[in-house]
């Protein structure tokens, strides 16, 4: 993570209204904010910037999203970096495309204020560090990993709705999945979590 503030922040959306709102309430929230308006631009600010975390469109000018995904895991010196999609394109086929392609994290637009999205991002900043095993990291910051029984409450719902037979195995080790959650401090209302699945063996996200 970068020294300045709690991290530095790459948001890659070409709407300028839309740039304008994210980028002021990452900042306000403490985090160093650099923005590029195509992917070209983008791609080239991964590389000099190094950032803690992308905040990725997927439909832009010059560089469509999905090949700066590609671009970042390609490349030797930015594979390790966060990427959280933030896109229009909500279907599930493109979010599994994303998520194949290495994407950390996918939030559709219009789904989440700023707040839940800078909520994702400390979850997903915290899960780096958790897994860095930086000293204390979890006495910090609790998360918790969830078996799902197949037959008990809506576990068959979700499997149905997420469109996948394979959605409680690790197609990989066939290991029975987790639900990991990790608290959400955008919201205060009640206790809040950002989810996702993972291989307990392999720790592959789903």
Sequence with gaps: MSAAGKGKILLIEDDSALRSVYADAIAADGYTVVTAEDGEQGWALVRTEKPDVVLLDLILPKLPGFEVLKNIRANAGTSDTIVLIMSVMGEHRHIEKAMELGA????????????????????LLTKRLI?????????????YNLFILKNRGDADKLQNDAG??????CPDCREEMQLVLAPDHSRSDAHWFSAHFACPNCGKPF
């Design 104 to 123: 950390n994290d996918y939030t559709v637009k219009g789904s989440s204020t700023p707040r839940e999205v800078l909520g994702k991002i400390e979850a």
């Design 131 to 143: 897994k860095e095993h930086i000293p204390d990291a979890k006495e910090q910051v609790k998360v």
């Design 164 to 169: 996948s037979t394979m959605v409680f195995t």
